[in-house]
């Protein structure tokens, strides 16, 4: 079966870390620019980070630069999200897709995964 399948998310106080994995079954990530997307209640879905697939150029929202990390192992077909100083802004569904580049719109990434919950309250 095709598909990605993400993990990690968890309630963490604010200041916590926590790293999602996003890992993909039936297909090879190394193709694809991985992004990292987030949907909170009565918000709508934004961008978070992505990592390319050509030479591993990389993309954070202005709001997670310096404390998101995303990076790849191909080797376990996996793709990771380090989240870092995490704040009660950052409390959504944690969601990962594939897509040709991280250019590309967001109704041209599929794969989409089932979500992993990333709670950050104290």
């Known amino acids: 079966q095709v598909q990605l399948v993400e993990s990690g998310g968890g309630l963490v106080q604010p200041g916590g870390s926590l790293r999602l994995s996003c890992a993909a079954s039936?297909?090879?990530?190394?193709?694809?620019?991985i992004g990292w997307f987030r949907q909170a209640p009565g918000k709508e879905r934004e961008g978070v980070s992505c990592?390319?697939?050509?030479?591993?150029?990389?993309y954070h929202r202005e709001s997670v630069k310096g404390r998101f990390t995303i990076s790849r192992d191909n080797a376990k077909n996996t793709v990771y999200l380090q989240m870092n100083s995490l704040k009660p802004e950052d409390t959504a569904v944690y969601y990962c897709?594939?897509?040709?580049?991280?250019?590309?719109?967001?109704?041209?990434?599929?794969?989409w995964g089932q979500g992993t919950q990333v709670t950050v309250s104290s």
């Open positions: 897709a594939a897509a040709q580049s991280c250019g590309s719109p967001v109704p041209e990434y599929h794969h």
């Open positions: 990592i390319s697939s050509s030479d591993g150029s990389i």
């Open positions: 039936g297909f090879t990530l190394d193709y694809y620019a």
